[in-house]
């Protein structure tokens, strides 16, 4: 099986900073794209950030210029470094994950348990 952990949520005042981790582990061959995902109360779940294992990223308009996605291939983890927070970046904090489990393997999904991070004064 294959499981990723996310860490590094919480409570910030607006303008702060916060950076999760997510950290894959389990019976891993190779890890595609991973990816940073949100849902507040009552809305969808949506992109935050993406990135190959090239390290070619995406971000949503919204966190353009604020966020930060990196990734450290050798230990299987990914980062979201969040600055000048906004109280609308409230949410719960998804990591995403493309693995494959083997050489011959397809690629599947998997998600973590999810992080809040809550912006408030």
């Known amino acids: 099986q294959v499981q990723l952990v996310e860490s590094g949520g919480g409570l910030v005042q607006p303008g702060g900073s916060l950076r999760l981790s997510c950290a894959a582990s389990?019976?891993?061959?190779?890890?595609?794209?991973m990816g940073w995902y949100r849902q507040a109360p009552g809305k969808q779940r949506e992109l935050v950030a993406t990135?190959?294992?090239?390290?070619?990223?995406n971000y949503a308009d919204s966190v353009k210029g604020r966020f930060a996605i990196s990734r450290d291939n050798a230990k299987n983890t990914a980062y979201l470094q969040m600055d000048s927070l906004k109280p609308e970046d409230t949410a719960v904090y998804y990591c995403?994950?493309?693995?494959?489990?083997?050489?011959?393997?397809?690629?599947?999904?998997?998600w973590g348990q999810g992080t809040q991070v809550t912006v408030s004064s």
């Open positions: 995403n994950a493309g693995v494959k489990r083997a050489a011959w393997a397809r690629t599947s999904d998997y």
């Open positions: 389990g019976s891993i061959f190779s890890i595609n794209a």
């Open positions: 990135i190959t294992s090239a390290g070619r990223t």
